[in-house]
């Protein structure tokens, strides 16, 4: 017998076995056609027009038989009737543990994964974020640990530190202290020495927000501060002197007046600027060995606290004795 087509066998069935009681069919006939169904069913099944004319309307399955399992073996992808007709799946499914994350498609629809942050801002992050002590693990735009955070936690210490770069940290205890504003810190220092002794050349020991000195005349000064360091000129300058040429011992001290009272500039046309005079008791102007400065005030884009209100009270006479 063969694998005939099926209409081949439809052919051949009405040929071996005509519409007629002559006893001209005998049993070979109808065997052969019999077999030859047998043997042609399969083919005649796959090559059936399953998907339009004759789908399949019940469940398949490649049942389990004598220790072996059937499959479906499809050669050329599986299409699913509710899905894009062009994206044809034709390689297994990898499993949960075989998908690549950057092969995921629709990642930025919904919010179904509380432990991450949406990238469009739209809801914070719920609950801590622990970091390890590492020195790798920084917080940056470049991961550079010269620009960014770190946090370090000591299970050992009631204390954590805060890294701001490579060269600034701060340690906070759990003891309930904290640092409530920036506004508390001066944001500019100096110490020179305005004695003179080259050329009324004045000598800046240390400084900081400052960017330059200058020497106008005996005891008389003009700092110029670093651009964007102040909001305005109403910040608070704080100058001490010691009001002599020496300062090798406590005794090197005169009675003496520092003024601070010029103050010009608006970081626009020219730098802030501030007048630094010393005069000791006798009213005399004094280039000083040892001359310090601080000062505090709103940093440049900072907000200044309002609703201070100044008052006066009530002058009342008092009779002359």
């Not at 038989?65 to 297994?92: C, L, M, R």
């Not at 917080?139 to 000591?154: C, M, Q, V």
């Not at 704080?238 to 406590?250: E, H, K, L, V, Y």
Request: proline share 4%.
């Amino acid at each position: 017998m063969a694998i005939r087509k099926q209409s081949d066998i439809h052919d051949k069935i009405i040929s071996d076995i005509p519409d007629n009681n002559a006893g001209l069919v005998s049993a070979k006939d109808v065997r052969d056609n019999m077999v030859d169904i047998v043997d042609s069913i399969n083919n005649i099944v796959a090559s059936g027009d399953t998907d339009g004319v004759y789908p399949f309307t019940r469940n398949v399955r490649a049942k389990q038989k004598d220790g072996a399992y059937g499959e479906f073996i499809a050669e050329s992808g599986i299409t699913f009737a509710n899905g894009v007709s062009s994206a044809t799946q034709i390689y297994p499914y990898p499993g949960a543990g075989g998908i690549e994350h950057d092969k995921l498609a629709n990642l930025s629809v919904g919010d179904d994964h509380l432990q991450y942050l949406p990238i469009d801002g739209t809801r914070s992050m719920e609950g801590p974020l622990a970091m390890d002590s590492l020195a790798s693990s920084w917080i940056g735009s470049s991961g550079d640990p010269e620009f960014g955070l770190r946090f370090t936690h000591y299970d050992h210490l009631p204390m954590q530190q805060v890294n701001v770069g490579s060269g600034t940290q701060f340690h906070f205890n759990n003891d309930g202290s904290r640092i409530s504003t920036g506004k508390g810190t001066a944001k500019a220092w100096i110490n020179f020495d305005g004695s003179g002794t080259v050329e009324y050349m004045p000598v800046v020991r240390s400084s900081y927000n400052i960017d330059s000195l200058e020497h106008i005349d005996i005891g008389k000064y003009k700092l110029t501060f670093t651009s964007g360091t102040f909001l305005d000129n109403y910040y608070v300058a704080i100058g001490n002197s010691n009001s002599t040429t020496a300062a090798g011992s406590q005794e090197d001290f005169d009675l003496n007046t520092v003024g601070l009272v010029m103050r010009q500039g608006d970081d626009l046309s020219t730098l802030r600027t501030l007048t630094y005079v010393c005069r000791n008791d006798n009213g005399e102007y004094v280039d000083s060995e040892m001359n310090d400065l601080v000062v505090f005030g709103h940093g440049s884009g900072t907000a200044p606290a309002t609703g201070v209100i100044g008052t006066t009270g009530v002058i009342s006479s008092v009779p002359a004795p």
